[in-house]
């Protein structure tokens, strides 16, 4: 896919979203229904996923632009879990794909247990028992995409959770996080290998780490475009040196986030192991949070934490994300143990293969 092709797609989400303002979400407005709506329409909810599954065709590279022209527009809906992590889960389960304008979600957190209904070769029916907690948008998704543990090892089931009641939790963002009950629950699914599943939990720290990296790409030029426009003692903010390396500091904080983001996408485009160059691209994004985000607050004052201006709908985010799909700590732990695998000659090797 050429660069140009990437410009088209990002331009085309920008100009649906000059139409959807962001707005602070709560219980009784949890997600833009109508931004969602209009993406439907113009088919790029089903965008990276192939047409003979019902999907709008194009490459991964086009899913990664539309989850990042999003995510730097603050958009409330749930096109990362969807194209980057629930459906091509599904499609490598061998499941049948979601209709792409309903809502699909993911949840590799809590304790559900699965229980074949028949043999559990290849795609079949599973009951599941158990409590998924932590979905990203519960209550809004149509269909949700259970990683469960099961005796024969793990399963992706496909449940139907239009109407299924769930808890009304949400994150620093106000973006739904709730939990669902799964008692008896009879599910399309498929046993997955402990590879498998680890890189499904990879997928989604990944898109988290794209969500992350477009939105502090945005929280920098806004506090550059502040730094610039306002005045103190006469002069530009941007000209006091002390606001410029704080500047740096936030240029450099992004420039590595956004670096190790595209080794990671580039990984899967190659086809290989998921697992190390995700978690690198998680933690970094994870920390850059502290540092721009801060940094944004500080530059901007007073005026960026009052509700009405447009700073705390990317930072308040960025704050949640960060937490989710697996902490710092977490991935960390993955990266180190990954790392040290071939022990002290494979060091070096394994580095270079993540960055």
Known sequence: MTSSDVDLVVETVRDILTKFEPFVLTAERPWDAGLWSALAAAGLTGVGLPEEAGGSGGELADAVAIVGALAAGAAAVPVAEQLLVAAPAVLAAGLDLPAPEEPLSVAVDGAVTAEPRDDGDGPGSWTLTGTAT??????????????ATSAVGPV???????????????????????????????????????????????RYALARAVQLSAALQQVLAWTVHHAGERHQF???????????????EMAGEVTAVAALVDAAVQAVERGESLVLAAAAAKV?????????????????????????????????RCWSWRDEAGTET????VLGAGLLADGPDGLWPALTRVV
């Not at 932590?134 to 990683?147: I, N, S, T, Y």
């Not at 607050?297 to 009405?308: L, N, R, S």
């Open 156 to 202: 992706l089931a496909l449940v139907d959770v239009a109407g299924r009641e769930t808890t009304h939790a949400a994150n620093l963002a106000g973006e739904p996080r709730g939990s669902f009950v799964l008692q008896g629950v009879t599910a399309a699914g498929a046993l997955l290998t402990d590879a498998q599943a680890e890189q499904l939990r990879a």
């Open 234 to 248: 006469g002069r530009p903010l941007g000209k006091f040196q002390a606001i410029q390396m704080e500047l740096a």
């Open 134 to 147: 932590d979905v990203a948008w519960a209550g809004v998704a149509q269909h949700l995409a259970v990683l």
């Open 284 to 316: 970094r994004a994870g920390a850059a949070v502290e540092v721009v985000a801060r940094l944004a607050h500080q530059v901007h004052g007073a005026i960026g934490f009052t509700q009405e201006h447009r700073l705390h709908h990317l930072t308040r």
């Open 330 to 333: 977490a991935w960390a732990r």
